[in-house]
């Protein structure tokens, strides 16, 4: 026996017990490190903001049905970065899926948010090129991908002059080289029963004006349901 190691006394021999024990321990160093089947990517609206509850989020409804779909379980990855550019999604060490990758980034870009320091939206031929990288990487499990459109009003132009329809441009045409699926988040953004209203208590603090609520959280995971699986808009 190795020095330092336990041996289990009720194991010895090929016990019923000992057996499926095993197998579990098998199967549990066999599911560690392996990439996972799903992955969301995205800014606050990944990160479930302004959901009442952080489980009526979008991402969270959507991989909820998706052991119906696949019949197993389904290994997944939620990364939500509030506040981040697709630049910040490049620094982050995201695994590619193997079964559906969804990315939802190019708001703030578009709006120009900084934590610190004055907005500057990110130049649209930097986003293109930043957004093309980004997605390369994720695509490298030959995944279905779903690419969502900026959170805004349909040809909306933000506080520091961008226009919406352009980075909505370069998201659609980046996700159709990569036989991907384009969902506009400008209806859901449109509906004002899906945002709002500002002071509502969330698992985030108190909700804003522009963020999803629950409704608009489920409005989107029905959009990016159909859009993995080719059944068009529900």
């Known amino acids: 026996r190795r020095h330092g190691a336990v041996e289990n006394r009720q194991c010895r021999g090929l016990r019923p017990g000992c057996l499926l024990s095993g197998a579990i321990r098998r199967l ?17 609206l990944t990160a479930g903001e302004h959901a009442s509850d ?6 969270p409804l959507l991989l909820g049905s998706l052991p119906e779909t696949l019949g197993r379980r389904v290994r997944t990855r939620v990364a939500g970065l509030s506040g981040a550019r697709v630049a910040d999604l490049l620094r982050r060490d995201l695994p590619a899926a193997s079964h559906l990758v969804v990315v939802e980034v190019g708001t703030n870009d578009w709006q120009g948010y ?11 031929e930097r986003f293109d090129e930043e957004y093309g990288l980004l997605l390369d990487r994720l695509m490298a499990g030959h995944p279905t991908l779903v690419c969502l459109g900026v959170w805004g009003p349909s040809g909306g132009l933000s506080q520091v002059g ?15 080289a990569r036989r991907g699926a384009f969902v506009s988040l ?5 509906d004002p029963g899906s945002r709002g209203p500002g002071g509502r208590p969330t698992p985030f603090g108190a909700s ?5 609520n629950d409704r608009g959280h489920a409005r989107i995971a029905q959009l990016v349901s159909a859009a993995s699986t080719g059944s068009g808009e529900a």
């Open 28 to 44: 549990r160093s066999s599911w560690i490190g392996r990439p996972p089947d799903v992955l969301v990517a995205g800014d606050s």
């Open 54 to 59: 952080r489980r009526r989020a979008y991402a």
């Open 114 to 124: 900084s934590a610190s320091g004055p907005w500057k939206a990110t130049p649209v």
């Open 162 to 176: 961008a226009r919406l329809n352009d980075y909505d441009d370069v998201i659609a045409a980046a996700c159709a």
């Open 186 to 190: 400008s209806p859901v953004y449109d």
């Open 208 to 212: 804003d004006e522009e963020h999803p």
